[in-house]
T-cell receptor, first 117, second 111 residues
Framework: DTGVSQDPRHKITKRGQNVTFRCDPI?????LYWYRQTLGQGPEFLTY????????KSRLLSDRFSAERPKGSFSTLEIQRTEQGDSAMYLC???????????????FGEGSWLTVV | GDSVTQMEGPVTLSEEACLTI???????????LFWYVQYPGEGLQLLLK?????DKGSNKGFEATYRKETTSFHLEKGSVQVSDSAVYFC??????????FGQGTILTVHP
């Protein structure tokens, strides 16, 4: 168990450029989540996948954001035409849902810091 | 909708002092409750959790009890260490596992 890994850890980009983040969840975890965290705030939910299906998207996820999990393993989060307001840490998390209920533990990666200049 | 409110921070303590970080929540249904910790420059680590009323979660000397009657999940530790300095987040989870976080409380412990 190597934990949730994210790449890159840090990204500086110019406004208007596209960026892509990758997340590798814990092996065999069937749920994968993306969150965004700005300085001084708690993480905010963006979207989640059950296997390869994207089941919910937050209204925070504008049309410039797209997430995929094509084979139910790793996931990518792409931001097109970045804006300065996109500067944040993007956190990926995963969990193994075996039963119904809300008590399953969600494990987080170390995050990908995005700075848009 | 679901929401979590944490006590205003930051909190500054001397080593070996007692810690309490208040957390209250609003949720539909019966959420699970969590405390996560975030060290500088790192992601979130699960500290403890409780899945039903009156459950007590504990880990590394930290404790929190799920109080349904007061919709609270306060974090406590009897004797803090410098290494406990971090940001602490209270969170709740709905039936499909999505987490709703509080705003976080910065804890600084001085020697």
């Amino acid at each position: 168990d190597t934990g949730v890994s994210q790449d890159p850890r840090h990204k500086i980009t110019k406004r208007g450029q596209n960026v892509t983040f990758r997340c590798d969840p814990i092996s065999e975890h069937n749920r994968l989540y993306w969150y965004r965290q700005t300085l001084g705030q708690g993480p905010e939910f963006l979207t989640y996948f059950q296997n390869e299906a994207q089941l919910e998207k937050s209204r925070l996820l504008s049309d410039r954001f797209s997430a995929e999990r094509p084979k139910g393993s790793f996931s990518t989060l792409e931001i097109q035409r970045t804006e300065q307001g996109d500067s944040a840490m993007y956190l990926c998390a995963s969990s193994l849902i075996q039963t119904t209920g809300s008590g399953n533990t969600i494990y987080f990666g170390e995050g990908s810091w995005l700075t848009v200049v | 909708g679901d929401s979590v409110t944490q006590m205003e921070g930051p909190v500054t303590l001397s080593e070996e002092a007692c810690l309490t970080i208040n957390c209250t929540y609003t949720a539909t249904g019966y959420p699970s409750l969590f405390w996560y910790v975030q060290y500088p420059g790192e992601g979130l680590q699960l500290l403890l959790k409780a899945t039903k009323a009156d459950d007590k979660g504990s880990n590394k000397g930290f404790e929190a009890t799920y109080r349904k009657e007061t919709t609270s999940f306060h974090l406590e530790k009897g004797s803090v260490q410098v290494s406990d300095s971090a940001v602490y987040f209270c969170a709740l989870s709905t039936s499909y596992g999505k987490l709703t976080f509080g705003q976080g409380t910065i804890l600084t412990v001085h020697p």
